[in-house]
């Protein structure tokens, strides 16, 4: 695995990535607009970047953004990869490190996710204060490295307090709507279903996805500050449960997605 992303690292210093100092990995239906904040852009495929798994999912890009964004060097992930594709963890999560090893200083992490949360509705922003892990896998499974992190990475506090706190005070300032609350990780890549939605609300999450657990959790066991936030792009109550697909998910997404980037842009501009 080391020299996997040592061989990526290195292809990637060579196309002219020099120290970027933020991550952003962009999610189901976002992205558009973020990108449209660099500077002189450089996008790279990641079928040209050596052992990097390539996006399946419709509406990924699938390439990395390298640019400048409110006077910092970012690095964003136009499209990232999910366990439902067949990937292992450890391929999933691989770009978190060779971001963090180009020099990446904090991740900042969106997703599209279903509203479990009864007082919320879709089109609103979820900030991440915790997640619950229901994948099958973990990508520390195996060998630990000790130059990426220890054998046992703590997790009491997955989500930068800092950042976190940053996000809430940007929100408040223009008067964006952005709630608070636990992600659950769920395999995929099918809905879930009423009884799960149920057994959902019930162990504490609000928002449902199937992404972002993998990255946290590999950020944290290289103590790389991260947050996230989620579009909720449906709602999920069992007991009036409407049928949801895939078009209709972007489109919500793609609705908030303006005031997603206004809050990523902020942040990065205030890092």
């Known amino acids: 695995m080391i020299k996997e992303i040592n061989r990526?690292?290195?292809f990637l210093k060579k196309r002219g990535i020099d120290k970027p100092e933020v991550g952003v990995i962009l999610g189901t239906g976002l992205g558009n607009l973020f990108v449209?904040?660099?500077?002189s852009p450089v996008a790279i495929p990641y079928n040209s970047i050596p052992h990097f798994p390539i996006s399946t999912v419709e509406f990924h890009k699938g390439r990395l953004i390298y640019g400048k964004v409110k006077g910092k060097k970012v690095l964003a992930m136009q499209g990232r990869f999910h366990y439902y594709e067949g990937y292992d963890l450890r391929q999933i999560t691989l770009p978190v490190r060779v971001m963090q090893l180009l020099g990446i200083e904090y991740l900042l992490i969106s997703n599209a996710a279903g509203n479990l949360n009864p007082k919320w509705s879709k089109?609103?922003?979820?900030?991440l204060d915790d997640h619950i892990n229901l994948l099958p896998d973990n990508p520390l499974r195996g060998e630990n490295f000790e130059m990426f992190g220890p054998r046992f990475?703590?997790?009491?506090?997955p989500y930068s307090k800092i950042l976190n706190s940053k996000l809430k005070q940007i929100a408040r300032a223009k008067k964006i709507k952005l709630n608070e609350g636990v992600y659950?990780?769920?395999?995929g890549p099918n809905l879930e279903t009423?009884?799960?939605y149920r057994f959902l609300r019930t162990i504490g999450a609000d928002a449902v996805g199937m992404s972002t657990v993998p990255?946290?959790?590999?950020?944290?066991?290289m103590g790389l500050p991260c947050c996230a936030v989620s579009v909720l792009t449906d709602d999920c109550d069992p007991d009036n449960l409407q049928p949801v697909d895939l078009a209709t998910i972007v489109k919500v997404a793609g609705k908030a997605e303006p005031?997603?980037?206004e809050l990523y842009v902020e942040l990065i501009r205030l890092l």
């Not at 089109?123 to 900030?127: A, K, T």
């Open 8 to 10: 990526a690292v290195e």
């Open 215 to 221: 990255e946290v959790i590999v950020a944290n066991h």
């Open 153 to 157: 990475p703590d997790m009491s506090q």
């Open 184 to 187: 659950a990780a769920v395999p």
């Open 36 to 39: 449209k904040e660099f500077k």
């Open 123 to 127: 089109g609103q922003l979820m900030l």
């Open 194 to 196: 009423r009884a799960e």
């Open 259 to 261: 005031k997603l980037t």
